[in-house]
């Protein structure tokens, strides 16, 4: 695994968690992003792991109200509607509104919400960016013709469009 990006707080130690994450991420994931906050008086550790393809959740620790307390839940980008930071003493609480229709609340640390909302749409827009320079022409053209079809785009739209994807074969 691939180490790049930013670590909240930059001066943590993040070496048990990402032994961990070698044995979940895929061979072509990367850590874009790392932050973590202590939680219940320092018995624990919420982490939020930001790769090139989710959003990953993690809990470690002893926890007064739960007892032990080991959470892995990750989050597909296209899994993901929104997201929203709510600021709390001590700590932010990142939302995720997922497609799903149901919502995640994490504890990240406190002032560090827009850092990761930011970076996170910035990797997401980048994954889209692959994504859409995998296509070729062909699927660009049916798509383009699709939404032409449903009035999403003029006829002018259409042939502009077209025109500019033909160039480029």
Request: charged share 40%; net charge negative.
């Amino acid at each position: 695994m691939e180490e790049e990006g930013i670590k909240i707080p930059e001066d943590a130690d993040f070496t048990e968690v990402t032994k961990e994450l070698d044995e979940k991420l895929a061979s072509d994931e990367k850590i874009r992003l790392i932050a973590c906050v202590s939680v219940d008086e320092g018995r624990g550790n919420n982490y939020t792991v930001l790769s090139n393809h989710r959003l990953i959740l993690m809990r470690r620790g002893e926890f007064r109200a739960v007892g032990s307390s080991e959470i892995f839940k990750d989050f597909p980008f296209h899994s993901i509607e929104s997201m929203d930071i709510e600021e709390r003493k001590g700590y932010d609480l990142l939302v995720l509104f997922l497609k799903s229709g149901e919502s995640v609340k994490f504890m990240i640390p406190e002032g560090s919400g827009p850092e990761i909302t930011s970076f996170l749409r910035k990797v997401e827009s980048e994954k889209k960016k692959e994504e859409k320079a995998g296509e070729t022409p062909t699927q660009k053209l049916e798509k383009l013709s699709d939404l032409k079809d449903r009035g999403a785009v003029t006829e002018e739209e259409f042939e502009e469009k077209k025109k500019e994807i033909l160039e480029d074969i």
